[in-house]
């Protein structure tokens, strides 16, 4: 009987876990609904950071100070934004603050990027595609190799699924001579074959240093970058800017964002003059132009916007945007005092998470716990245990209990 | 004696056995020729690619297979136990009543552990041929989570099988089935790689779900 009572308990135990998985993520679906912000960007005519309400046909533009601004002043007002709608318009200003001001320039300047903590947060097949920085024809091929690079470089022949040991060779050769320390931490890079140019990957070796490493006219080449020298890195994503500006984003362990230039030959980390993000939880969106970089960052608090120069990446305004609790906060604070997760938006990883929300749902508890605990009947020792389980696990433990059988001895009696 | 339990679980699911393993190498032999059409017809370089960049697996048509066969095989070997309240004679032979579930558990574990092993063994030794091991060690990692939804899919099918009140039954299936939505949520290869020694605590765990049944089968609750 002991034996039946001990599995009784892990049974009610697994019920429990699966109702505080099941029972948020249902309510969830009914209540949840994402955060609304307006969108910023930077109004290089007026300097400062103004909100778009694309919804508003007839005045989507406001200022800081609240003015209203038409489509046509919008168009106007953003030019670096709506430079598409300006050409066919024609009234694309020549220059601004002593910039030329040309289709191409303006193309070759914007910059879109997302930062998400899922990009450091998602499993590596182990396996890149080298492709020739310097193709001889436009576009890049798909070589015939791919390869391998955790503790040593190896390159594997697609068609014969066998290592090339020439190309093997040649590229752990130029490693060596570079001063690059198996094992690699990781490799970043963008296997894109429909990226406008490549220029190979970015790796933490052993040793912490960054190393760039492309293929260049069949030949390795291997640099490293010493950023690692000064910074603590934790991440790079490379970007492969439309002006060739900038290779990519890096991150340090603190949170802080950088692009890494290329300086004649040698490489430079210049630091985006905003806050260090947390970068297991927060977003980061930059949209650039010629002149400005809009940065929003988004966190559990609300959204941080910064305006920086594009040139200095120095902080030019910045504004905060509090973020209103939704229906789901409300309601869950009240019913759900833990909930257990698996999948997470901020890790393509799948592992059990258990968030505590409020405390303010234990109320809700002790309302459940001395319903099942005085109202059902069941023997005194039965009766505590009930109201324990339920004003320690809530909604969910009751569930669990209900869901069982000899929930109420009364019940076992009649029979 | 446990000899003899074990000849009598054969009896009752060789034939489901001999299917399972016959349904999996026809899986198994559709998976190789796909494979070998797809390098015929889009080329090495195209398929390694694209299993690279899109994450393409081509062990997906096997993902309910395992859930699929272990509930048949956990039907056939306790359904038959609890017409007309066999499972009464069966808890009758002369040893303790755990050991005896403990027994025809680990048949059906075993059983469906070999099906598997074989599959796994067969799936690595073709898919080598054609694609690196971090290809296959991937497609592996991805398929693990359904292999152990087979296990797990069969201990639960021996709880709810052995459960002696149908409104329970009722209770267990939906309790399973959720359960067992744990090992088949859509990730990418490796993703599930953290949460594999949850998912086996889970399989430990629902082992012990029959027992709970068996106890109250024993006590006549009705």
């Not at chain 1, 039965?382 to 909604?395: M, Q």
């Not at chain 2, 796994?120 to 898919?127: F, P, R, V």
Request: proline share 5%; aromatic share 14%; glycine share 6%.
């Amino acid at each position: 009987m002991k034996s039946k009572q001990a599995i009784y308990i892990q049974i009610l135990i697994f019920v429990t876990l699966i109702g505080m998985c099941a029972i948020p993520s249902l309510c969830k679906k009914t209540t949840y609904s994402p955060d609304d912000y307006p969108f910023v960007y930077y109004s290089s005519i007026l300097k400062e950071l103004c909100y778009i309400d694309f919804q508003n046909k007839e005045t989507p533009m406001r200022d800081g100070a609240g003015n209203l601004y038409t489509t046509a002043q919008y168009d106007s007002l953003m030019p670096l934004f709506n430079f598409r709608q300006l050409m066919v318009d024609n009234r694309l200003p020549d220059s601004i603050d002593g910039h030329e001001i040309t289709p191409p320039v303006l193309m070759s300047k914007s910059i879109i990027y997302r930062y998400s903590p899922v990009k450091f947060k998602t499993p590596d097949v182990g396996l890149y595609i080298m492709y020739e920085s310097m193709p001889k024809r436009v576009g890049l091929e798909l070589p015939d190799d791919v390869f391998r690079m955790k503790d040593k470089i190896e390159f594997i022949d697609n068609a014969s699924n066998t290592i090339n040991t020439q190309k093997s060779k040649a590229f752990r050769q130029a490693l060596d001579k570079a001063g690059y320390s198996f094992p690699t931490q990781w490799v970043a890079g963008n296997m894109n074959p429909h990226k406008r140019y490549d220029e190979g990957y970015f790796c933490l070796d052993y040793n912490r240093q960054l190393f760039h490493v492309k293929m260049v006219n069949g030949r390795p080449f291997v640099r490293n970058t010493h950023i690692g020298d000064s910074i603590n890195i934790e991440g790079f994503t490379m970007y492969e800017a439309a002006d060739k500006r900038f290779y990519g984003f890096l991150f340090d362990k603190m949170g802080n964002a950088y692009i890494i230039e290329s300086d004649e030959g040698k490489y430079k980390a210049l630091k985006l003059d905003i806050p260090p993000i947390n970068l297991d939880h927060d977003e980061m969106m930059i949209m650039g132009n010629l002149l400005y970089w809009t940065v929003t960052v988004t966190s559990k608090k609300g959204k941080d916007v910064y305006a920086l120069n594009s040139g200095t990446l120095q902080c030019v305004q910045k504004i905060f945007l509090e973020r209103t609790p939704g229906k789901w906060d409300n309601v869950s604070a009240w019913l759900f005092p833990a909930q257990l997760t698996f999948e997470h938006n901020n890790s393509d990883f799948i592992y059990p998470r258990l968030t505590v929300t409020a405390y303010k749902a234990f109320a809700v508890n002790l309302a459940l716990a001395l319903i099942s605990g005085l109202l059902i009947p069941n023997p005194g020792k039965k009766r505590l245990f009930n109201f324990l389980f339920v004003l320690l696990t809530g909604i969910a433990g009751l569930i669990a209990l209900l869901l069982l059988p000899d929930f109420s001895t009364k019940k076992i009696k009649s029979k | 004696m446990i000899t003899a339990l074990f000849y009598k679980e054969w009896i009752k699911t060789r034939r489901i056995l001999l299917l399972s393993l016959l349904v999996l190498a026809a899986l198994m032999i559709y998976i190789f020729i796909n494979v070998e059409q797809m390098f015929r017809i889009n080329g090495a370089t195209q398929v390694w690619t694209e299993t690279i960049l899109k994450d393409i697996s081509v062990l997906t048509g096997i993902q309910w297979l395992p859930l699929i066969l272990s509930i048949l095989f956990g039907v056939s070997q306790f359904v038959p136990e609890m017409s007309n309240k066999r499972l009464k004679l069966t808890l009758h032979l002369p040893m303790s009543e755990n050991r005896i579930m403990f027994s025809m558990l680990a048949f059906g574990l075993s059983g469906l552990l070999i099906l598997y092993a074989i599959t796994c063994i067969a799936i690595i030794g073709g898919l080598r041929i054609y694609y690196p091991q971090e290809i296959v060690l991937s497609m592996i990692e991805s398929s693990l989570p359904w292999f152990l939804a087979g296990l797990a899919g069969y201990l639960f099918t021996a709880w709810i099988c052995i459960e002696p009140v149908w409104r329970q039954r009722v209770f267990n299936t939906l309790i399973a089935a959720y359960a067992l939505s744990f090992f088949m949520m859509s990730a990418k290869g490796g993703a599930y790689m953290p949460f594999i020694p949850y998912l086996l605590a889970t399989i430990i765990v629902a082992h012990f779900f029959s027992f709970y049944s068996m106890y109250r089968f024993k006590d006549g609750s009705q």
